[in-house]
């Protein structure tokens, strides 16, 4: 099983900064990593996939890059909404995997 | 656009059989280039991935959870447009938020979810 690790396990920022949010592999996945978010009572929606590519109705705030076993989904200026829990996502190695979630919350 | 509705039954006793139907809309079942999964998230945890069937009938599960795998059927009425999950001998530690999800196979990942169904085990 590829296990993800994600750090920070919390990550406290104000509306307006900017979000760093990292997901590691513990073997490559080459670049078949995504990113969710969820929001409280929702269910996962999908933001990044293969890496760096943003789903459809992404806005832009959101950028993802990484190969390998090293990821970072960055949001470039908070939103109210954005605070919420990621999970990074990999579909490269059977069975596929979830990171245990970065929470983001307002500082 | 495609949706996704799970339903079923919200409380199985231990020992018992949960058993979740997902019915999709907006889109074809029988598309080649999907699969359907499942994936549950217990209540404050992180999301653990449980199987996918294709309209091919053929199913991956998750082998690296020997206990889960060995209780899980997943199954599929593409004249229903319905997808199936199936858990025997549950515990409480099968209580969590069921999830079905549209799986992009060797194109993506899940992309599109449902709301989620919250199935309790007790007695």
């Known amino acids: 099983e590829t296990v993800l690790t994600q750090s920070p396990a919390t990550l406290s920022l104000s509306p307006g900064e900017r979000a760093t949010l990292s997901c590691r592999a513990s073997q490559s996945v080459r670049s078949f990593l995504a990113w969710y978010q969820q929001r409280p009572g929702q269910a996962p929606r999908l933001l990044i996939y293969d890496a760096s590519n943003r789903a459809t109705g992404i806005p832009a705030r959101f950028s993802g890059s990484g190969f390998g076993t090293d990821f970072t989904l960055t949001i470039s200026s908070l939103e109210p909404e954005d605070f919420a829990v990621y999970y990074c996502?990999?579909?490269?190695?059977?069975?596929?995997?979830f990171g245990p979630g970065t929470k983001l919350e307002i500082k | 656009q495609v949706q996704l509705q799970e339903s079923g039954p919200g409380l199985v006793k231990p020992s018992q059989t949960l058993s979740l139907t997902c019915t999709v809309s907006?889109?074809?079942?029988?598309?080649?280039?999907?699969?359907w999964a499942w994936i549950r998230q217990p209540a404050g945890k992180g999301l653990e991935w449980i199987g996918r069937?294709?309209?091919?009938?053929?199913?991956?599960?998750?082998v690296a959870n020997a206990a889960l795998q060995s209780r899980v059927t997943i199954w599929m009425d593409t004249s229903m447009s319905q997808f199936y999950l199936r858990l025997t001998s549950v515990t409480a530690a099968d209580t969590a938020v069921y999830y079905c999800?549209?799986?992009?196979?060797?194109?993506?990942?899940?992309?599109?979810w449902g709301q989620g169904a919250l199935v309790t085990v007790s007695s």
């Open positions: 907006g889109g074809s079942i029988s598309s080649d280039n999907h699969y």
């Open positions: 069937i294709h309209v091919s009938g053929s199913t991956d599960y998750n």
């Open positions: 996502h990999q579909r490269h190695i059977w069975p596929r995997s």
């Open positions: 999800a549209r799986d992009l196979g060797s194109g993506g990942p899940e992309d599109s």
